[in-house]
């Protein structure tokens, strides 16, 4: 069990490269995914009135989005929040 007066890891990466790297995986996603085409196509299965089981497809596919965005901000801020909030202190 650590002592409250030993120094915490902290990691030799700053946020701004954690940043850089993610966004070298979501530009070129959000290029693939605007040259496909696929929010147009994902807005027209939303607003479809004749099958409601693409409707419900649908409308999972963009929780799951989402929730994807909301797990890629938590990964470039995660450096930043462990830092300021002393986790193991509270262990």
Not at 3 to 21: E, K, M, Y
Not at 35 to 51: A, C, H, I, M, P
Not at 62 to 69: A, E, Q
Request: proline share 3%; with cysteine.
């Amino acid at each position: 069990m650590p002592s409250s007066t030993s120094t915490l890891n902290t990691h030799p990466r700053s946020w701004i490269t954690n940043v850089i790297r993610q966004l070298k995986l979501i530009v070129p996603g959000a290029m693939i995914t605007y040259y496909l085409g696929t929010l147009d196509k994902l807005v027209r299965v939303l607003q479809s009135e004749d099958d409601a089981f693409h409707r419900c497809g649908g409308i999972m596919n963009s929780f799951m989005s989402y929730r994807l965005v909301h797990i890629v901000f938590f990964v470039l801020v995660y450096h930043e929040i462990s830092c300021l909030v002393k986790w193991r202190l509270w262990l």
